[in-house]
Each structure stands twice: as C-alpha cells, then as structure tokens.
C-alpha cells in the first residue's frame, strides 16, 4: 500500500523565534519594566529584538543607561566566544563607559562581577579644601587613571593613555563648557571648547599659548581670529548665507572694513560702532560712492565700467541724480525728484550746450547754442 508524500512545511507551520511576540502588547512594557539588571536587559533586547527597541522608544531608564550597551558587547563577546571561552570587557568598551557623562561608579561592583580581571575602580583622595573622586581602570593591583572630579566644584577631568603616561583630553564644567586637549603628558594643549549654548571655539598653538583661530556658531555663522593669545582679532566672519565679513583693529576695537556677498563688495570707514559705507562694487564692474554717517550714508556717485559717471543729490533714500559725465565730454544735466529726474541741459564736448523741456522720457530740444554763441551768453565758458 503505497503512502501519499507528505505536505511541505510552511512558514505558518515554523515555530516562533520570538516567543515574546505571542504576549499580549499591553504586557511586553510591563515586562521590560520589571527587567532591572543590565546583563538580563541585553539578554530580552537580543532574544526579542522588537521588545528591545520599544524600551528605546519608550525611554526606560536601564536600557538608556550607557551600561546596557556595555552589557550587549559582553553578551554579544560570549556567544561568539562560546560556552568554554573566557570572556572579559576590553580596555576600549571601559575607556568609553567610563568617558560618558552618565556613567557612575555605583554600577562598578556589576563591572567587577561580569568582568573581574579589568574593571573600573573609584577612590576619594584628598582632604580639606579639595577632595577629588579618581576613577581607574584596574589590571589586577595596577590602574591608570581614567577620570577626576572635583567634588566642591563638580569639574570633570578625563585622561587617556597607559598608567605613568596619562594625559588629559577633556574637561567638563558644571555650566556645561568642555574643553578638549591634545598632546602627550605635560604637554597638553587646548584644541577646542564647546559652550552650552551650541559655540565651539578651536585653538591653536603650544601649552599655555592656545590661541583662538575660529568660533562655530550655532546659527552656522563662523568667526576667524589672528594675533597671540589674550590678544586676538576678529578678522573675517562667515554667515551661512555666504556674506563674508572682513574687519581691521586690535581686540575690542575690530572695525569692517569690508563685506562680500554674491560677489558685491561694500567697503566701510569709521571706528567700531561707527563704521559707514563709503562704496559697492558690483561683479558688473559698476561702483556706487557714499557719504555720511553710519544709517544716513547717501549715494553721492555712481561709476559705469563704460566711464560714464553720475552725480546724485538728496538725503539716504531719496537721492536724485543731478549730472551725469560721459567719456566723449559730454554731461547731461537733470532736474525732479527721485525716479523723475528729466534732463534738462546737456554740455557738449565741442562747447555747444542742448537744452531740453518736458517730463523724463519724454524730452525735447528747445535750443541749440554753438561754443560762440555759449561763450557770449556766458552759459559756459570757452
């Protein structure tokens, strides 16, 4: 009696990898709330991934704690190792708890228990005025340093480097500032400081004569310096908008000199505080020249790349153009207000002068003198 072949397995048919999926959703935060070790936080994350990324979301404090990370390396080192391996944490994956400002020694005894032969210690040295916390990262009975804090100040300070050679890399204040250092022990340098309010300050030069090149802005904006520490000068300021600003002067007395923007250049005169256009060059070649103090400056001259120049009159915002010379001599003469200026006279290079009625666009001659005829009406001399 023949058998009839059996029916493939489907995946409807398979087992569940993640037997945790099967628990009513109302259940699964209840659970992760009730996972309070780290190694058993790592433990539930890797055996249901999704379980995992809803205590993320979610913002249970354990699986935000940076030791939840420390907790999934190590997990994640003993299946790889396997069950005869002997699995330690490493110096890096410390060094980098350690160097978050969340860390706390209060979990050092959970370091100690899963990694007894490189754990992380903390000690209160000093007396007095300043008692210091010292964290270490401990091979048996040696240790290299790791971290200081300040415990009336609560400054922070981190180091790098083997026992005997560490050098500091960082310092964090209680408002927030951190400063970064570079540069072996003894020889540190201050490379960068970072504000709470978003500003990064970079720095150059040997220990003790850091001085500041550049200031990144939150709003993007970007600040370069030059001169000698304690003395530096603004001297450009980039926006992200692409204008660039130039300025001259000492510390504290920086004045623009210059700003670019889509390839037209103002130039400005005056001390700080006080600095007045005085010209723009368009990319065009055309150039316009101001007087004036700083918020009345009017324009007093406008130049083509062609030679022509005109002559303007009036208060900012209302200037009116009075003349305009041309490069063969001639020079035309306008009367009206702003935008209506109508010409009105026009000098010839030959001395002969044109006179015009009627509104602008619409002028007409009226009377032609010749270079005789001028010089004897004195309307222009010879």
């Known amino acids: 009696m023949s058998r009839s072949p059996r029916a493939a397995r489907t995946e409807d048919d398979a087992p569940p990898t993640d037997w ?5 959703p109302e259940l699964h935060l209840r659970i992760l709330e009730g996972v309070d070790d780290f190694s058993d936080c790592a433990a539930v994350s890797l055996a249901s991934p999704r379980l995992g990324l809803l205590a993320l979301r979610s913002g249970l404090a354990r699986f935000k704690d940076p030791l939840f990370a420390v907790a999934m390396r190590l997990l994640l080192s003993q299946r790889f190792v396997g069950a005869f391996g002997v699995v330690t944490l490493s110096d890096d994956t ?11 020694a209060n979990h050092f005894p959970w370091l100690a228990r899963v990694s007894p032969a490189l754990r992380l210690s903390s000690e209160v040295e000093g007396a007095g005025e300043r008692p210091i916390e010292v964290w270490r990262l401990r091979r048996g009975e040696n ?25 500091l890399v960082r310092v964090e204040f209680p408002n927030g500032t951190v400063q970064y ?8 340098r201050m490379v960068r400081v970072e504000f709470p309010d978003g500003e990064v300050q970079h720095y150059e030069g040997e220990q003790d004569a850091e001085r500041v090149v550049r200031a990144v802005f939150a709003s993007g904006s970007v600040q ?40 037209t250049v103002q130039f400005y005169e005056g001390e700080r505080g006080a600095e007045r256009k005085v010209r723009m060059e368009f990319p065009n070649g055309q150039m316009k020249h101001y007087e004036g103090e700083r918020g009345a400056e009017r324009m007093v001259r406008k130049e083509f790349p062609s030679c022509q120049v005109q002559y303007y009159e009036g208060d900012k915002g209302a200037e009116r153009m009075v003349r305009a010379v041309f ?30 009625v009627g ?19 004195g309307t222009r001399a010879p």
């Open 327 to 356: 490069s063969d001599g001639r020079v035309h003469h306008f009367e009206g207000e702003r935008g209506a200026e109508r010409k009105v006279r026009t000098e010839l290079a030959n001395g002969g002068v044109l006179h015009y």
């Open 94 to 104: 410390l060094r980098r708890y350690a160097a978050d400002r969340r860390a706390s």
């Open 20 to 24: 945790l999926a099967e628990l009513p």
């Open 224 to 263: 370069h310096y030059e001169g000698d520490k304690g003395v530096e000068r603004m001297v450009r300021t980039e926006f992200p908008s692409g204008t660039v600003r130039f300025y001259e002067g000492e510390q504290d007395a920086e004045r623009v000199v210059r700003m670019a923007a889509n390839g």
């Open 359 to 377: 509104e602008r666009g619409a002028e007409r001659l009226t009377e032609k003198l010749s270079k005789v005829e001028t010089s004897a009406s």
């Open 143 to 167: 240790g290299a340093k790791l971290r200081v804090r300040f415990l009336r100040s609560g400054q922070v300070k981190h180091y790098e480097g083997e026992r005997g050679a560490e050098r």
């Open 181 to 188: 250092f570079e540069g072996e022990r003894g020889a540190e």
